[in-house]
């Protein structure tokens, strides 16, 4: 069974580098927690967590892998163009 956790936080280093990926997610279930953008990836790709945002519009998006086109793996929302500016707007993990 898929589980679902909303994104609420990121770590991009450095912040403003646009060639830069992010490089860890992280938001609040039970208690916080914070994962690699490999393990979320991962957990996406097996079926084991879906993820999302909350835009401030007030609607959700989905979180989804995509390739770029030199081949590395990245997330985005369903809604992005061609940044994951739904994700970019989050906050800094701590």
Known sequence: MTS??????INKDPRLDPYRAITHVGGFVTKQWKLTLEDAIGKIERNEW???VDRPQ?????????VSKYGNKYLRTES?????????????CP
């Open 80 to 92: 992005d163009g061609d940044e994951p500016n739904n994700l970019l707007s989050l906050p800094e």
């Open 58 to 66: 007030g609607d959700r998006v989905w979180v989804q892998v995509a």
């Open 4 to 9: 679902t956790a909303q994104i609420k936080c």
């Open 50 to 52: 879906e993820f999302y």
